[in-house]
């Protein structure tokens, strides 16, 4: 599967900003999907994920109650909907998808840049 990351931009503190990453593919349904992040001179980290039938979530503690990660398998697209973001949450975000049985991410989007001003 392909993956191709948009929707990035300028926020200023408080704001929301909504991701979304389409996936090229036949088997997109049956993917484990993630957003990671990488400030600059930081290490890339994990940020929220869904499971293949959108049922099952998961948050890095530091996005708890601001991000919602959801996905349409109609439009093999996933989203990450971010809101009250803070100027730490700037980073390039990475989309990731997981093969079913799989730990690891093994298909990576090219990023978006998110930039949040105080």
């Known amino acids: 599967v392909q993956l191709q990351a948009s929707g990035g931009g300028l926020v200023q503190a408080g704001g929301s900003l909504r991701l979304s990453c389409a996936a090229s593919?036949?088997?997109?349904?049956?993917?484990?999907m993630g957003w990671f992040r990488q400030a600059p001179g930081k290490e890339r980290e994990f940020v929220a994920a869904?499971?293949?039938?959108?049922?099952?979530?998961y948050y890095a503690d530091f996005v708890k109650g601001r991000f919602t990660i959801s996905r349409d398998n109609a439009k093999n697209t996933v989203y990450l909907q971010m809101n009250s973001l803070k100027p730490e949450d700037t980073a390039v975000y990475y989309c990731?998808?997981?093969?079913?049985?799989?730990?690891?991410?093994?298909?990576w989007g090219q990023g978006t840049q998110v930039t949040v001003s105080s």
């Open positions: 990731a998808a997981r093969q079913p049985g799989w730990t690891e991410y093994d298909q």
């Open positions: 593919g036949r088997s997109f349904s049956s993917y484990t």
């Open positions: 869904v499971s293949w039938s959108g049922e099952d979530t």
